[in-house]
C-alpha cells in the first residue's frame, strides 16, 4: 500500500472504532462517510504501477478524506499542528 493510503486507511479505521458506538445524531453520518473512504483504499489496485487512473482515483481519496475531517471537525493538514504543538525531537 503506498504510504499516503496507508495513512488515510489508517485515519479511516481509527476514527471508525471510536465512532462505532456512537449514539450521537451525527454519527451515523460520519459512520458512513469512513466506511466510503475505506472502500475506496481497499479498491484501489495496490500492486499494479502502470495503473492508468492513478491520479484520478487518489484525487477521490483526497477528497473524501477531506469531507471526512471537516465532518469530524478536525483539519485535513496536520502540519499546522505539528508546527504549532512547540514539538520537537
Not at 479498491?43 to 473524501?64: G, M, N
Request: aromatic residues 12%.
Amino acid at each position: 500500500m503506498r504510504p499516503k493510503l496507508a495513512f488515510y486507511y489508517g485515519f479511516a479505521f481509527t476514527w471508525k472504532c471510536l465512532l462505532q458506538n456512537s449514539t450521537d445524531a451525527k454519527a451515523s453520518k460520519r459512520l458512513k462517510t469512513l466506511e466510503s473512504l475505506i472502500r475506496i483504499i481497499q479498491s484501489f489496485p495496490h500492486e499494479d504501477p502502470t495503473y492508468e487512473k492513478l491520479q484520478e482515483d487518489i484525487e477521490r481519496v483526497r477528497a473524501k478524506f477531506r469531507q471526512t475531517c471537516s465532518l469530524l471537525n478536525v483539519p485535513a493538514d496536520f502540519r499546522d499542528c505539528v508546527s504549532q504543538s512547540g514539538m520537537s525531537f
